[in-house]
């Protein structure tokens, strides 16, 4: 017979607010009844201004009504809050479980948790962890052969990649997904299920939900048959391949003997963007002004075409007209049919799908393309907007459309994208402006993105029919460009002499901003 459930309550970045999170605590159990611990994951702390309502619990002049559990640092402008890394009981009811480790209940519950971000360098701060982290709390679990998991893993960044078979993402600030398979269905005995839960911060202004309760029997009180029961929404392990041929799959390298992978395998970076030579050259020397680039000596070449595409500039089919500049990788073009005038493609040069098949050389000078559209828009007080749709495409287009500042702030467009998405039953997800694609989107995912001038990128993975036009009608809708008459580029249509004045407009004015033009 199951003991009793644990009631639980979790919590995302407090950052301070921590009146506002106890009162809505106290409303919640004085209408749901107790509820026997809280775990606060992210930032628990916030600014200097918040520290007043800090001292209040730490000089026992209030006490938080619940057992509440929380992440250690996770900057270093909390880290002065934190006396002991290891853990330690902070005001009464108010303990930090440490930087990472086991913490078991009297409950026989156990709950996993690394607190912090992840580091690009050893030695690591004091609020960050490394792979040498994340393999000593590993390493100890999966070496007893009893070893059946953990009840909880906290952390303050999501696991790297762990939304690839979500459905249904609110945003990046709150993923309820489905459960998640820890077994390959029909090939492996059947295990128990995870469930992926990100929370918000504590009254952000979107009203996102922070607070999330739940009801759970320590695994090692389960009934195995209870335990291993699949719920109806279950989706794939998103870190394991299927077993082929009947062999199985190789453990990480940093689960054995072998090289290391680098450490931002394990997290979804939610810090300050890497360096170009990070990003694309991990584990070698970091490079100097002296050190000359060790480039491979025959370049990866792009995958072929199966038939005629009308974007490889090499094919017959592209209509070179339109073309503004040509770099050694991609090439820039104006769109044919264009929402306006400026309304720009970057494509590789080679056959591309989409970003995430990009090779490395090719992203490094798409990303330059980028920096020039952006520098571009902006000495014409415009916004630089970018979309993607992989889906029914079989070349990349990175489709540019700048929007006028005083037409619509920024808000205003992601708000618009947003909007509409929701009318068409679609939710977009909010990812940070640093994050590469391919940390969400692995390659063959059919998906649609949105950068905004800010960097901000709004995220959706096609799951079945997705409108063609989406990324057209919403920047054609009346709230911002005005021109819903424009959404289909098939109504757009010039003759190939009002194109090449167009294109030859749009090379002169981009000129001074085109770095290939200056190579």
Same mark, same amino acid.
């Given at each position: 017979?199951?003991?009793?459930?644990?009631?639980?309550?979790?919590?995302?970045?407090?950052?301070?607010?921590?009146?506002a999170?106890?009162?809505?605590?106290?409303?919640?159990q004085?209408?749901?009844?107790?509820?026997?611990l809280?775990?606060?994951?992210?930032e628990?702390?916030?600014?200097?201004?918040?520290?007043?309502?800090?001292?209040?619990?730490?000089?026992?002049?209030?006490?938080?009504?619940?057992?509440? =559990?929380?992440?250690?640092?996770?900057?270093q402008?909390?880290?002065?809050?934190?006396?002991?890394?290891?853990?330690?009981?902070?005001a009464?009811?108010?303990?930090?479980?440490?930087?990472?480790?086991?913490f078991?209940?009297?409950?026989?519950?156990?709950?996993?948790?690394?607190?912090? +971000?992840?580091?690009?360098?050893?030695p690591?701060?004091?609020?960050?962890?490394?792979?040498?982290?994340?393999?000593?709390?590993? @390493?100890p679990?999966?070496?007893?052969?009893?070893?059946?998991?953990?009840?909880?893993?906290?952390?303050?960044?999501?696991?790297?990649?762990?939304?690839?078979?979500?459905?249904?993402?609110?945003?990046?600030?709150?993923?309820?997904?489905?459960?998640?398979?820890?077994?390959?269905?029909?090939?492996?005995? @059947?295990?128990?299920?995870?469930?992926?839960?990100?929370?918000?911060?504590?009254?952000?202004p @979107?009203? *996102?939900?922070?607070? =999330?309760?739940?009801?759970?029997?320590?695994?090692?009180?389960m009934?195995?048959?209870?335990?291993v029961?699949?719920?109806?929404?279950?989706?794939?392990?998103?870190?394991?391949k299927?077993?082929?041929?009947?062999?199985?799959?190789?453990?990480?390298?940093?689960?054995?003997?072998?090289?290391?992978e680098?450490?931002?395998?394990?997290?979804?970076?939610l810090?300050?963007?890497k360096?170009?030579?990070?990003?694309?050259?991990?584990g070698?020397k +970091?490079?100097?002004?002296?050190?000359?680039?060790?480039?491979?000596?025959?370049?990866?070449?792009?995958?072929?075409?199966?038939?005629p595409?009308?974007?490889?500039?090499?094919?017959?089919?592209?209509?070179?007209?339109?073309?503004?500049?040509?770099?050694?990788?991609?090439y820039?073009?104006?769109?044919?049919?264009?929402?306006?005038p400026?309304?720009?493609?970057?494509?590789?040069?080679?056959?591309?799908?989409?970003?995430?098949?990009?090779?490395?050389?090719?992203? %490094?000078?798409?990303?330059?393309?980028?920096?020039?559209?952006?520098?571009?828009?902006?000495?014409?007080?415009? +916004?630089?907007?970018?979309?993607?749709?992989?889906?029914?495409?079989?070349h990349?287009?990175?489709?540019?459309?700048?929007?006028?500042?005083?037409?619509?702030?920024?808000?205003?467009?992601?708000?618009?994208?947003?909007?509409?998405?929701e009318?068409?039953?679609?939710e977009?997800?909010?990812i940070?402006?640093?994050?590469?694609?391919?940390?969400i989107?692995?390659?063959?995912?059919?998906y649609?993105?949105v950068?905004?001038?800010?960097?901000?990128?709004?995220?959706?993975?096609?799951? *079945?029919?997705?409108?063609?036009?989406?990324?057209?009608?919403?920047?054609?809708?009346? @709230?911002?460009?005005?021109?819903?008459?424009?959404?289909?580029? +098939?109504e757009?249509?010039?003759?190939?002499?009002?194109?090449?004045?167009?294109? *030859?407009?749009?090379?002169?004015?981009?000129?001074?901003?085109?770095?290939?033009? %200056?190579?």
């Amino acid at each position: 017979m199951e003991d009793k459930p644990l009631r639980v309550l979790a919590c995302g970045d407090v950052e301070g607010r921590i009146n506002a999170l106890f009162n809505r605590v106290n409303a919640i159990q004085k209408k749901s009844g107790q509820f026997d611990l809280l775990l606060c994951v992210g930032e628990f702390f916030g600014t200097s201004e918040a520290e007043a309502e800090w001292e209040a619990y730490k000089s026992g002049a209030k006490k938080a009504p619940i057992h509440t =559990y929380i992440l250690g640092a996770a900057s270093q402008e909390t880290v002065k809050y934190f006396p002991n890394s290891d853990g330690c009981e902070l005001a009464e009811n108010i303990t930090c479980l440490g930087r990472r480790g086991i913490f078991t209940g009297a409950s026989g519950l156990q709950i996993a948790y690394v607190s912090g +971000r992840e580091a690009q360098q050893e030695p690591a701060p004091s609020h960050c962890f490394t792979s040498k982290d994340i393999i000593a709390l590993a @390493a100890p679990l999966l070496s007893n052969s009893k070893f059946r998991g953990v009840d909880i893993l906290l952390t303050s960044q999501w696991p790297r990649g762990v939304w690839q078979y979500g459905n249904s993402p609110v945003s990046a600030l709150l993923c309820s997904f489905n459960s998640v398979l820890n077994h390959v269905v029909l090939q492996e005995n @059947a295990q128990h299920v995870s469930r992926f839960i990100a929370l918000a911060s504590v009254n952000n202004p @979107a009203k *996102k939900k922070y607070l =999330y309760a739940f009801n759970i029997v320590p695994m090692k009180n389960m009934d195995p048959a209870e335990l291993v029961k699949q719920p109806q929404d279950v989706t794939e392990n998103p870190y394991r391949k299927p077993v082929k041929d009947g062999k199985k799959e190789k453990p990480p390298p940093s689960m054995t003997g072998a090289e290391e992978e680098p450490v931002s395998q394990f997290f979804f970076d939610l810090g300050q963007k890497k360096p170009q030579h990070q990003q694309h050259h991990h584990g070698r020397k +970091r490079q100097t002004d002296g050190d000359r680039p060790n480039y491979p000596k025959q370049p990866r070449r792009p995958p072929q075409p199966t038939g005629p595409c009308w974007f490889c500039l090499a094919s017959p089919e592209v209509e070179k007209h339109l073309v503004i500049s040509i770099g050694t990788h991609c090439y820039m073009a104006l769109a044919k049919g264009g929402l306006t005038p400026d309304h720009v493609l970057l494509l590789p040069i080679g056959h591309y799908q989409s970003v995430v098949d990009l090779a490395s050389e090719v992203v %490094e000078e798409m990303e330059k393309y980028k920096s020039a559209v952006k520098k571009f828009c902006k000495s014409r007080a415009q +916004r630089c907007i970018m979309f993607e749709r992989n889906y029914r495409s079989q070349h990349l287009q990175l489709q540019v459309v700048p929007v006028s500042m005083e037409k619509c702030s920024t808000e205003d467009i992601k708000e618009a994208f947003m909007t509409q998405a929701e009318e068409q039953q679609m939710e977009l997800m909010e990812i940070p402006a640093h994050t590469d694609l391919k940390q969400i989107a692995p390659p063959g995912t059919p998906y649609f993105y949105v950068e905004l001038d800010t960097g901000e990128k709004l995220f959706y993975r096609i799951k *079945k029919k997705f409108p063609l036009q989406f990324g057209r009608e919403v920047l054609a809708s009346e @709230a911002l460009l005005n021109i819903p008459m424009r959404a289909d580029w +098939r109504e757009c249509k010039c003759t190939k002499e009002e194109e090449e004045d167009q294109a *030859k407009q749009m090379r002169s004015d981009f000129e001074p901003f085109d770095f290939a033009h %200056e190579d």
